[in-house]
């Protein structure tokens, strides 16, 4: 191994490892090197190549797990507006306007979804801070990322909500009560 102080000598000192490395083998000056240097400039870049590769795959899963999660929380908000059709028909019945209906759905889907955000940031949270105690190292808390988390819960709430809460606010009060 090899160390220079400078980076401005790093090509120099290659090149006397390379001459001392062809001297000690007996090469002739028209063999090619049946050895190998690498550099701690060369590692650097080989690991900051795998990170950059590590993030791309991180932004894909989690586009990937954003969009299921919009489906699931859309299917079940869909599945409380089948299930509580007959209660839609009733506040109908009674006066109740579609836009206090859809409010209602709505507000519960960003509700829910703000929940699950909140659980996950904890969650995320509590595994980071556990898994930097089990290697001994530090642990910062990251607010910036937490703040993503919760806009985002809040985008996939107010998209995984406005359909159901649409055809909620839509539904025939005499068809709504006549279901069972």
């Known amino acids: 191994s090899v160390k220079v102080d400078k980076q401005e000598m790093l090509e120099a000192a290659q090149e006397d490892a390379i001459l001392t490395f062809r001297n000690v083998r007996g090469l002739n000056p028209v063999e090619d090197n049946n ?33 299921g ?13 089948t299930e509580r059709t007959r209660e839609i028909g009733v506040r ?33 949270i509590l595994i980071g801070w556990g898994v930097a105690k089990g290697f001994d190292l530090e642990f910062s808390t990251p607010w910036v990322a937490m703040i993503w988390a919760t806009s985002i819960a809040f985008i996939v709430a107010v998209i995984s909500g406005l359909y159901p809460a649409t055809k909620a606010a839509k539904l025939d009060p005499i068809e709504s009560l006549r279901y069972e």
């Open 69 to 81: 999660s919009t489906i699931a929380l859309m299917n079940i908000m869909l599945v409380s507006v």
């Open 92 to 124: 109908k019945a009674l006066g109740a306007k579609a836009k206090t209906i859809a409010f209602q759905f709505f507000m519960e889907t960003i509700i829910i979804g703000q929940l699950g955000g909140i659980i996950g940031i904890a969650l995320g």
């Open 35 to 67: 050895f190998g240097i690498e550099r701690s400039d060369d590692l650097l870049n080989r690991a900051a190549d795998n990170t950059a590769v590590l993030y791309i795959a991180a932004w894909i899963i989690s586009i990937i797990t954003i969009f």
